[in-house]
């Protein structure tokens, strides 16, 4: 156990043992293994945006083992993914991988302006698939957020209770949120505040813009003058959000980006700005195996600096 | 045992022994059992349709005994109804053939732009009738399958946790969804998917057309060329969606046909395809007996070459 | 037990011995005991249409004792009601007549073009009274009807359990179908239907009419020249959608009626038709003592004929 | 035990030992024990009013000893309230007088024109503080009505199982009943007799106008001719709808009356129409305690005569 | 034991011994201890109000030691807050500071103009953090009150059976109500009494004006010339609500005030009206440690003259 493995487990102190030694699973697991930097694969876009469009760019995805193999041999912290797709590995490569089980999804065959995710598995499954944590999606901003809200609270008291840590992704999206607000500082930084309060143990969010949405939050940035002109900036600000650093937060990849250097640059904004680091799904699994092993591998080398 | 039915089993190392016996007796009976392929008789229609549209055309079929006689006398894989069908028949013809209780329907005295089906039997009602699976039918695209997938998930858990196997039918409908869009390739590639994420072992879907529903979707198919012209490469795409094939897919009959040719034509490209079988209802019970067990036949005929 | 008796419990296979004894009860009580037909005594009106219009008619009948002692002197095979009804003389006439909770209500008062029944008693109720089953009402093609086939299911699936029969009133209404529609003729077969597929051990739904409501049913009719132009022909199409007659199938009263041979015509057809009985409440209640007795006495007479 | 209150309790059969020594302490207590009348002090006018329109005009009255005392002091046979009144002097008035717990509530911050009632507190809740009863307020007309019934069905089932009685407010309310229908006869006696199905042991309404409400109710009043131009008449008549007298019906005193002479006629009324007494809120607790003990006492000695 | 906490405890007779000892826990810790006044340090901001907004005044409050610390040292009597920041510190600050578990929260991504609140934590989260009373938020006159208080029936029922004290913020808003009747006289009286009435042991509203929003309150308040034109005689009045006095009635610090006299003087008028205290939020954590510290003993100073 590394001293920073130590100190980060230690800003956990509510959770029992047993969650603290799933944190650590994802912690000293693969590359990263101790540095308190995380890289994650994660694969729910079959359910979220069909399955052609997920891996008909890269056809052997079709196949729930290639995820497994892919996260195992890059070396990732961890493998999240819907009931399905655990399922169809879990005892084949049992031990070899902490797993995420993402216990929501929303597919995409309809458009709502306030969105919700369907509960699709249960802390029970995550369980007995020998998962490490659980993973739940919330909309801040959404219609519905007072009904995933609790069934986050429900799931999180379940989890924690039996062990089990909490990875929640937290997008804050719906009616009263304009596109481009969905990325905006403020948004993204209340958005990690949310899940943080709300007891999550790991926050994922997308990298936020310098757009702010919210004239209230405004006000507060620009009499505080709050530096947010930069990326590097901008993971700073998130991470003061989390806790002031104290809860883990990472960030996703995004859609597919054609030019690696803009996606490792992100990666070391994420570094610099004191993230843990990235949850890499279709810029991983969507390109050949050898391209996606190398972009693993190149930010595992960013984080592990 | 069969090494095909030991290697489909082997897909399933999540499942408990009880669920992996109850997959087996599926895969195992009758004229089929050991091949890996699949021909079950199902009969929900007169609480989909109505008793007249249903078994009019053939009045024996009004007697809950004639499904179990029709599906044993076929030799069938199994016989899947819903609850008042099955208490109907489960005492005497125990032990015959194995039962997949329908656990939710749909009548049709109401129209809904945005369907929804109505929880009609429990888990507990499928063990007490000594069923191996339950039936799950889910409406990808209507705006109420937050609730069902929800649903799904409940029963699904409880089923698995008591050793029985899941059968999901995914029928894509709602008001987002064209009429044609139902059976469009890209929709019924999708909504494999769900159900496959969703942790389904068995997925019924209909034979899709070449008709592409989504924008974001044709994109895909178009870039990546992916072969949909044939019905024999669009039931290769759909097992695609299932999990590269390690779920195990079959197809609907659809509506009545007048001309058998184009429904063996179909189950032929559903073999050719890498499909797992067929699901006969209204092609085999609105029939005469000798003539549904030609048709039986015939389509079992084509899975065992 | 007479070999009718033995014949109709052999249909109930899927139940328990508790069940089947339950439903020999009611099969046995009576002076149609034994005959395999039923004459019951429903007070449901008081809830349904109030206390004035029910009872004023017949002043004597807004004591609850009036209704059991009405029911067991006449020799009726059962007497339904309410828990308030049932509460008051279940001690005092324990043991004298089966009784049947009506477990579900809906009051007047209110005008809903989809309507909906209340959950008025559970089945926990019905043990403690001691009766020998469950009665609930749904609306086949009202916007609830998802609502209440759900609730249905869980009081079915808890009554088994504990050894209850279970009756359902199966009335179609609803924004979708015409106040004629209501007892068309393919209507009323598709409520007996879905009332079977539900698991009802025995069926309630009023005398058909010859009109046809959907579109889709009416070519069926045609095609297959379904006989329904008689009162007679019309239960026997009723009874064969009640699982080819392996169901008990009742049929109301429905409103007063001046003319008591009209009545005694529905009886008879209803008997020559294969129906199992009727269901006699504001023909019987409303009356004079002595007219009520002579009216349920003469109905009996039918059916032992 | 008195002959009376022992016939009283004869109507209830279908109770527990614990329910009916409930009830009998009910009867029993206070100035009118044993006589079968009762005299009940409801205070839930702070939660349905606000706490200023309900105890400024008599400031003792914000003090939740004050109800306890008065109506120890007047002889009530019982003492209604929410939970925070009953909390805040269980303790000290322990075995004093018997309590009823007023288990839902509604403020009057909003308008709804179906209004509903909220739950704020639970049989256990009735259990823990020595209440002899719950207390259940149902709004039939509502639309919101099938809800509260279902609540009802839920709270009696297990306040019966656990040895309390069962007090139903029933006040029909609603967009489809007039503000003159909400005390019409026929609606008034329609909501005691749904109480009573609903399984009330003592049912509580306001006492009734001559209005007839609803087309269908004024036929048979004027077919049948029931006697309903006095209030004795009414009362008669209510009292018939509660099981020909079978069940406790009490009467709520209203708003406040200036005049003390129209308050006790309506008593006379009540107990010349065989109404079993009254419930006294605003007209008692409203005024300086001499004035208010000297009108429960007068009210008493109407019901004692 | 002081005398006066002694009485206070005397008023909660109906709590069993567990919760009286979390509130005398409450009553006898920091600077006020004994007095029976309290002065509680909330942090929901970052939830209620977003991060930025909150903390970025003041940035060591991003950490949720800070909290922990800063009411230590001021000597609050509690410190109340979300789950996610009281399980960031319960561990290490274990035994240093009573603790109330806020477990409803809502943010401020999108407006609702009858505004509802999310569990966001469970009793169980209370109890295993260590807690001494659960906080819960309701807002009286919103449409979503019903389910609000309903909620807090449960909440406060599983509370007190495991022996925790329950603390309310009654927020009057929603559609019926206007901006300035939020702190209307006669509202915040009526929300004080709710939730006295809903069982709470501590109530918490805001500071209220003269203006009378209810046209039927504002007859009584006419008529009874109750004295509500001072902010003491507002106090007293609000406490009065609160069941004459015997029931913890504290005030929130509202918006941040630039004039700390505006403040104090606020605080002065609670402790001369007999309330009971301040939860004191934005005005201390979002000024530095020094100026907070010196703003919370200047009114602890008042609260114990």
């Not at 650590?24 to 945006?49: C, M, S, W, Y």
């Not at 890499?280 to 050949?288: D, E, T």
């Amino acid at each position: 156990m590394t001293p920073r493995v130590k100190e980060i487990l230690s800003w956990y102190g509510a959770d029992n043992p047993g969650t603290l030694t799933n944190l650590a699973r994802l912690l000293n697991h693969g590359r990263l293994g101790g540095t308190g930097k995380l890289v994650i694969l994660p694969v729910d876009q079959g359910f979220e945006h069909g399955p052609a469009r997920s891996f008909a760019p890269n056809p052997p995805a079709y196949d729930p083992r290639y995820h497994f193999e892919l996260a195992i041999e890059a070396g990732c912290n961890a493998y999240a993914a819907p009931l399905g797709f655990l399922e169809a590995g879990a005892r084949d490569y049992a031990g070899d991988i902490p797993l995420i089980l993402k216990t929501n999804d929303a597919d995409s065959l309809r458009d709502d302006k306030d969105p919700q995710q369907a509960l699709t598995s249960a802390v029970a499954d995550a369980l007995r698939l020998g998962c490490c944590a659980v993973g739940f999606t919330i909309y801040p901003g959404s219609a519905h957020e007072t009904a995933m809200y609790g069934q986050l609270r429900a799931y999180a008291e379940e989890a924690k209770r039996n062990g089990l840590a909490v990875v929640v992704w937290s997008y804050p999206r719906g009616a009263a949120i304009s596109k481009e607000g969905e990325t905006a500082i403020d948004v993204v930084g209340y958005a990690v505040q949310i899940a943080a309060q709300l007891g999550a143990h790991i926050i994922k969010v997308k990298l936020p813009t310098a757009h702010i949405e919210q004239d209230a939050a405004r006000k507060v940035y620009e009499a505080r003058a709050i530096p947010i002109a930069t990326p590097v900036e901008r993971v700073r600000h998130a991470v003061d959000c989390a806790f002031a650093g104290r809860r883990i937060l990472i960030f996703s990849g995004g859609a597919t980006v054609a030019d690696d250097e803009t996606l490792l640059d992100e990666f070391r904004a994420i570094h610099e700005g004191g993230g843990f680091g990235s949850i890499i799904g279709r810029n991983s699994f969507q390109r050949p195996r050898p391209a996606a092993l190398a972009l693993l591998r190149a930010a595992m080398d960013i984080y592990a600096s």
